[in-house]
């Protein structure tokens, strides 16, 4: 089955402490995307990647990092200069290229994010 | 500044009624929109489509309505059933942003009453 996995599913952090939110895709898609959803609100794109080895910020990168080493893995590190970590987070992927197809995201099931 | 906004955070029908969620953009460059649809600690799943040079957009019972005059989309659910009571989330691609970039709308809660 074909599909994007996030781990862990809920996740607990420290005051001061990084914590890494897990990606991976077996959909062979090129772009990959993490977004953070807080209550009452939508999707706010942290960072993206449209290729290996390369990624933007997005709207609301301060506090957090990534990498993107292999196509099938993109992940997101939510650190200690990020004030309000408590979210939850979506990881998704999408094909590159022209017209509709490229703007068909996937998304995997979410990481809930609590700060101790 | 929002660029995709629901004003409508819920809505709540009766099976077998139409559903219309409503959805406003300001950036007239975005050319695709979408409709997503998620359920409560799932990731969400795309539902349909529209590009910017059409105006409706038909699959099954879901319709999607564009009016590039007014900035404004909707989707249609005709009937309305229990299982499609979910979070509800239109999204915009292109503005001259790069590709594959989606903007979400906060979302409108639709609850279907059996």
């Known amino acids: 089955d074909g599909g994007i996995t996030q781990s862990p599913k809920y996740l607990f952090r420290k005051e001061g402490q990084n914590v890494t939110l897990s990606c991976e895709q077996n959909?062979?898609?090129?772009?990959m995307y993490w977004y953070r959803q807080d209550p009452g609100q939508g999707l706010r794109l942290i960072y993206y990647?449209?290729?290996?080895?390369?990624?933007q910020k997005g709207d609301i990168a301060e506090g957090y990092s990534v990498s993107r080493e292999k196509k099938e893995s993109f992940p997101l590190t939510v650190t200690s200069a990020q004030k309000n970590p408590t979210a939850f987070y979506l990881c998704?992927?999408?094909?590159?290229?022209?017209?509709?197809?490229?703007?068909?995201?996937?998304f995997g099931a979410g990481t809930r994010l609590s700060v101790l | 500044d929002q660029q995709v906004k629901q004003n409508s955070p819920s809505l709540s029908v009766q099976e077998g009624r139409i559903s219309i969620l409503n959805c406003d953009y300001t950036?007239?460059?975005?050319?695709?929109f979408l409709w997503y649809k998620k359920y409560p600690a799932e990731g969400p799943t795309f539902l349909i489509s529209?590009?910017?040079?059409?105006d409706k957009n038909e699959d099954g019972r879901f319709t999607v309505f564009l009016n590039k005059s007014a900035k404004h989309l909707s989707l249609h659910i005709v009937p309305s059933q229990p299982g499609d009571s979910a979070v509800y989330f239109c999204?915009?691609?292109?503005?001259?942003?790069?590709?594959?970039?989606?903007?979400f709308g906060q979302g409108t809660i639709l609850t279907v009453h059996p």
């Open positions: 998704a992927s999408s094909t590159t290229g022209w017209g509709l197809a490229k703007n068909i995201q996937y």
């Open positions: 959909l062979n898609h090129d772009a």
């Open positions: 990647s449209q290729i290996v080895n390369d990624f």
């Open positions: 950036n007239s460059m975005f050319d695709y």
């Open positions: 529209i590009s910017s040079i059409k």
């Open positions: 999204a915009a691609s292109g503005g001259g942003t790069s590709y594959g970039k989606l903007t």
